[in-house]
């Protein structure tokens, strides 16, 4: 059974440009997190999301930031427009179903570079 | 809002000794979940342990122990007979277990552990 699957691992992209970060959930998941980290700092919840639905964006900048979880395919974590404070490491994370008492399984994280 | 803090940046231990990483929250709420996590160079987030808050008897995984105290909303982590893949950055994480809670976590900012031969 493979875990949760980010690609790419690292992505580097020059300022103006568009970032589209990629999250596999663990097979049968329809849960997804997106969490991002920044230097010297621990996670930080950005977004929740069920197949087609976002549950909750409390955590995800208004401007520039966008996430989906389609039907069929990954859920994509989209930057339009980076700026250098984007740079940082964006994990995902899913579970199978929504009570807290779930396990949540993360992905190695996307290192995203902005020059 | 409920906040957690780590505020032990960075610790060092022999191997084959023990270390405690010390962690605080604070919150209103009396149903949620505490958790400690391990990230390693490679980035991967590694559940280490956790806790539910209802549950008085302090959780246990192997050389993994945690000193829960509610009242003082405290969180330690114990590592016994350390070893040198322990070394990694340690993470204290928080979960609402309300109703409509998620498994929106808040984290700490880390405590990096060293492992000394």
């Known amino acids: 059974n493979a875990g949760v699957m980010q690609n790419p691992r690292h992505l580097v992209r020059r300022r103006g440009q568009e970032a589209r970060l990629r999250c596999s959930p663990v097979k049968g998941h329809s849960h997804v997190y997106w969490y991002r980290q920044l230097p010297e700092e621990g996670l930080k919840f950005m977004v929740y999301?069920?197949?087609?639905?976002?549950?909750?964006e409390s955590g995800m900048p208004k401007e520039r930031f966008s996430a989906e979880f389609p039907k069929e395919g990954p859920s994509i974590l989209r930057i339009q427009q980076v700026v250098r404070g984007d740079s940082a490491a964006y994990f995902c994370?899913?579970?199978?179903?929504?009570?807290?008492?779930?396990?949540?399984?993360f992905g190695s994280g996307t290192q995203l570079s902005v020059l | 809002a409920q906040t957690v803090t780590q505020s032990q940046p960075e610790m060092s231990v022999q191997e084959a000794e023990t270390v405690t990483l010390s962690c605080t929250y604070d919150t209103s709420e009396s149903d949620y979940y505490l958790f400690w996590y391990k990230q390693p160079p490679s980035r991967q987030m590694i559940l280490v342990i956790r806790q539910e808050a209802y549950k008085q008897q302090n959780a246990t995984e192997n050389r993994f122990s945690v000193n829960f105290q509610k009242a003082a909303k405290s969180f330690s982590l114990k590592i016994s007979d350390s070893q040198l893949g322990d070394a990694a950055m340690y993470f204290c994480a928080y979960r609402s277990d309300y109703g409509g809670a998620t498994n929106k976590l808040i984290f700490g900012t880390g405590t990096l552990l060293a492992v000394q031969p």
């Open positions: 999301l069920q197949k087609e639905n976002i549950i909750d």
């Open positions: 994370a899913s579970s199978l179903r929504h009570p807290t008492n779930e396990k949540l399984f």
